[in-house]
């Protein structure tokens, strides 16, 4: 319940979208997206608490991997690599986004992941849009409906906290 509330505050955020040409393509491939970053959280959640003896570091070399040979046959099938031409900058943005934004925060989310209840990874699932939004917002200059992303984040986050809370009376309950 807690995460359809999130989506619908990302909704909120990204409604505005849907006149513009090939929205619902998008819409589709980000929602696929969607599903397999939460099948992979949480398999990889529930593996961690079957194998504890297993730390974070020693395993997720292989997400990785997965990653480079998935992401290296599609390249091969599908792209003309001789197009390819790259200059200095964007080779430091690839190196940036696949070292720092993609590999250690993506370490420290599933980090993290392994930390909270399963309503609260699905609510801060939905934190990538309102947060991306932001960014681009302050750190890249770009423009944003800010009531839109206001509105639309303030939904999400009542999300987590009503989930929160519904996680602290069920503690309490048990306790009792």
């Not at 997206?33 to 959280?41: H, K, L, V, Y």
């Amino acid at each position: 319940l807690m995460a359809a509330l999130a989506v619908f505050g990302t909704g909120v955020i990204v409604f505005h979208e849907f006149a513009r040409g090939g929205f619902w393509l998008g819409f589709w491939v980000v929602q696929l997206s969607n599903i397999c970053f939460a099948f992979g959280q949480i398999y990889y959640r529930e593996l961690m608490q079957r194998h504890r003896n297993l730390k974070d570091r020693e395993i997720f070399g292989l997400l990785y991997l997965g990653a480079v040979l998935l992401t290296g046959f599609s390249s091969i099938v599908s792209a003309d690599l001789t197009a390819i031409s790259l200059n200095a900058t964007q080779i430091w943005t690839l190196l940036y986004l696949g070292i720092l934004a993609s590999g250690v925060c993506f370490f420290l989310w599933n980090f993290g992941a392994r930390q909270v209840n399963a309503g609260s990874l699905a609510v801060a699932n939905n934190l990538k849009v309102p947060l991306g939004v932001a960014a681009a917002l302050l750190f890249f200059g770009e423009s944003a409906d800010v009531p839109r992303l206001l509105i639309g984040g303030g939904i999400i986050l009542a999300a987590l906290l009503a989930n929160e809370k519904r996680q602290s009376i069920r503690k309490i309950s048990k306790r009792a």
